[in-house]
């Protein structure tokens, strides 16, 4: 388009220098087209123009990492006079790259017509991304001119960790620091009713031969979990590394919501810092997990501040480090 504006204007600068030089009757003439013809196919261009629309709309709000977003573009003629062409662009920005700028044509598009574009958009990183619809211009039939139609609109995204299996060794490390080795050792055992919904492995047996009653073992330690995110904001900028870590910390998270919830006996609670504050987020079950990875990546108000002997617990607890290594208090159960 930019070529063909500059040899109008080359062809226009060029007629008036011959004016200039002669006194052609019909070089007037073709002075004069030149400049009516222009004129008369913008004016044919309104009315496309005040009734030409696009649209724009994200077939989902949060994607896993890896996977490509898709994206609906509708542009509408609601004139009965068609349009020569529509440009649409897009700025695409995705967490840790770059805005790119995408351009799409639509040509030739008739009166009372919708037409529909799919584009797909990967994003390799999680994070919060952006897309942005942010013009839409309409042409003459000689390409010369072009103005812009309707609004420009955003859309927010978010780019989810992917969710991979637990090493043995660490479920192997839950289950005896969190739910007893099955050695029933002083201390450790503490000995209550049977209550509708417990797990039937927890049922003392060996008092159940003699009482009549069932007992129930419940160990001291398996009365809640919270699980410490040790990052520091500068962590959050090196991406890779940002990645790798959101995959362990969720997939803890959804394999320690599991058993809380197959168990009944844990409650499950994540903490983080924050602008040098410490927040807990408490996760009743596995499908909550999304929900708080959502409010974490598009940085929204989640969770509640913790208080001071909460704060001092969370390094004797089960935490997670930006190298890692998950420990269950002082022990490290894995790295790699």
Same mark, same amino acid.
């Given at each position: 388009?930019?070529?063909?504006?500059?040899?109008? %204007?080359?062809?226009?600068?060029?007629?008036?220098? #011959?004016?200039?030089?002669?006194?052609?009757?019909?070089?007037?003439?073709? #002075?004069?087209?030149?400049?009516?013809?222009? +004129?008369?196919?913008?004016? /044919?261009?309104?009315?496309?123009?005040?009734?030409?629309?696009?649209?724009?709309? !994200?077939?989902?709000?949060? +994607?896993?990492?890896?996977?490509?977003?898709?994206?609906?573009?509708?542009?509408?003629?609601?004139?009965? =006079?068609?349009?020569?062409?529509?440009?649409?662009?897009?700025?695409?920005?995705?967490?840790?790259? $770059?805005?790119?700028?995408? &351009?799409?044509?639509?040509?030739?598009? /008739?009166?009372?017509? $919708?037409?529909?574009?799919?584009?797909?958009?990967?994003?390799?990183?999680?994070?919060?991304?952006?897309?942005?619809?942010? $013009?839409?211009?309409?042409?003459? *039939?000689? /390409?010369?001119?072009?103005?812009?139609?309707?609004? $420009? &609109?955003?859309?927010? =995204?978010? +780019? !989810?960790?992917?969710?991979?299996?637990?090493?043995?060794?660490?479920?192997?490390?839950?289950?005896?620091? #969190?739910?007893?080795?099955?050695?029933? &050792?002083?201390?450790?055992?503490? %000995?209550?009713?049977?209550?509708?919904?417990?797990?039937?492995?927890?049922?003392? *047996?060996? %008092?159940?031969?003699?009482?009549?009653?069932?007992? +129930?073992?419940?160990?001291?330690?398996?009365?809640? %979990?919270?699980? #410490? !995110?040790?990052?520091?904001?500068?962590?959050?900028?090196?991406?890779?590394?940002?990645?790798?870590? !959101?995959?362990?910390?969720?997939?803890?998270?959804? =394999?320690f919501a599991e058993e809380c919830e197959r168990t009944g006996q844990i409650v499950l609670q994540v903490a983080w810092s924050k602008k040098g504050r410490f927040l /807990?987020?408490?996760?009743?079950?596995?499908?909550?997990?999304?929900v708080w990875i959502y409010g974490l990546l598009k940085e929204e108000a989640l969770g509640r501040f913790l208080t001071q002997e909460e704060i001092s617990y969370l390094g004797n607890g089960c935490h997670l480090e930006e190298d890692g290594r998950l420990y269950f208090g002082e022990q490290c159960v894995?790295?790699?």
């Amino acid at each position: 388009m930019i070529r063909r504006r500059i040899g109008y %204007l080359l062809l226009l600068a060029a007629g008036i220098y #011959f004016m200039l030089l002669y006194d052609f009757q019909g070089l007037r003439f073709l #002075f004069g087209c030149a400049l009516c013809i222009p +004129v008369f196919s913008f004016l /044919g261009m309104l009315p496309g123009f005040a009734m030409c629309r696009a649209g724009m709309r !994200l077939e989902q709000d949060a +994607v896993t990492r890896g996977e490509t977003a898709v994206v609906s573009i509708t542009v509408e003629n609601k004139s009965p =006079f068609p349009v020569s062409r529509i440009l649409v662009i897009l700025r695409w920005k995705a967490p840790g790259e $770059r805005e790119i700028k995408i &351009r799409k044509w639509l040509c030739g598009m /008739g009166g009372h017509r $919708r037409e529909k574009i799919v584009l797909e958009l990967s994003a390799a990183h999680c994070g919060r991304g952006r897309l942005m619809l942010s $013009r839409t211009c309409v042409y003459d *039939w000689l /390409g010369l001119v072009s103005l812009w139609a309707g609004k $420009r &609109r955003e859309e927010e =995204f978010c +780019v !989810l960790p992917v969710i991979k299996p637990i090493p043995l060794m660490v479920q192997e490390a839950y289950s005896s620091y #969190f739910q007893g080795s099955g050695e029933e &050792r002083e201390g450790d055992l503490l %000995l209550r009713d049977f209550l509708p919904g417990d797990s039937l492995h927890r049922i003392y *047996w060996k %008092l159940a031969a003699k009482a009549e009653e069932l007992q +129930v073992r419940d160990f001291e330690k398996s009365g809640s %979990l919270t699980l #410490f !995110l040790n990052f520091s904001e500068q962590f959050r900028e090196r991406a890779e590394a940002w990645d790798e870590y !959101l995959d362990r910390a969720c997939s803890l998270l959804y =394999f320690f919501a599991e058993e809380c919830e197959r168990t009944g006996q844990i409650v499950l609670q994540v903490a983080w810092s924050k602008k040098g504050r410490f927040l /807990g987020y408490e996760i009743p079950g596995s499908g909550n997990v999304q929900v708080w990875i959502y409010g974490l990546l598009k940085e929204e108000a989640l969770g509640r501040f913790l208080t001071q002997e909460e704060i001092s617990y969370l390094g004797n607890g089960c935490h997670l480090e930006e190298d890692g290594r998950l420990y269950f208090g002082e022990q490290c159960v894995y790295e790699e």
